[in-house]
């Protein structure tokens, strides 16, 4: 799966000093992939109980919402397996920085927050196959395994932005949110995170705290 099934939502690829961090230090890599399913099914959630009316969004998210902790307790049984403790990690500020775009007022809330989660699911996807290749056979098929379903969700996502906004809108808004992603996912972090940019120093230890 290369980064050009993603340039429509992806301003850039995954850096390639982030992917050898990630190579470096799994047990984070899987904790904190454990945590973004665990939020990517609370916001389908939020999704099923702000938005009753629409019938069609409600269908899709529920189907996200049980596929995400499906994935998250995959990722738990995987950690068991290799002697990992699923542990509290202070989450990425990335997450949090593009749902700060968001408008307040509706539709744009619905608009912008399906275009906010169809990024989100894009950049995840891309990273799996980004580490995939360099990863135990294990590991490696466990997310080369996650790929269709992750690459549906974000189209999903931009399919259902498309209910209620224009085409025009919507590649508006892609580009605000994608430009800000870009800005994340390229500028240093001090911390390792599934969605953290490469680190300042990434021959230095990295905080676990």
Partial sequence: MRFEQFSRV???PTPETWVQAALRHQDLL?????????????????????YAEHHELLQKVSRLAREELRHFEQV??????????????????YAGEL???VRSSEPHR????????????????????CL???LDDELGGFYISLLKSEARHYRDYIAQAGCVASEEEI????????????????????????HSGPLYDTSAEIDEV
Avoid: W
């Fill in 10 to 12: 992806l301003a850039c």
């Fill in 30 to 50: 899987l904790i904190d992939h454990a945590n973004c399913e665990k939020k990517a099914a609370s916001t389908a959630l939020n999704l099923l109980f702000r």
């Fill in 76 to 93: 738990t049984e995987l950690m068991q397996r290799r002697g990992i403790e699923y542990r509290h990690l202070p989450a990425a500020e």
């Fill in 99 to 101: 749902r700060k775009l």
């Fill in 110 to 129: 619905l608009v912008d927050t399906l275009i906010a989660s169809a990024i989100i699911e894009a950049r995840s996807c891309e990273r799996f196959a």
């Fill in 132 to 134: 995939a290749p360099h």
């Fill in 171 to 194: 590649n508006d808004r892609i580009e605000v949110f994608s430009a800000r992603e870009r800005e994340l996912i390229e500028t240093p972090c001090v911390e390792f995170r599934f």
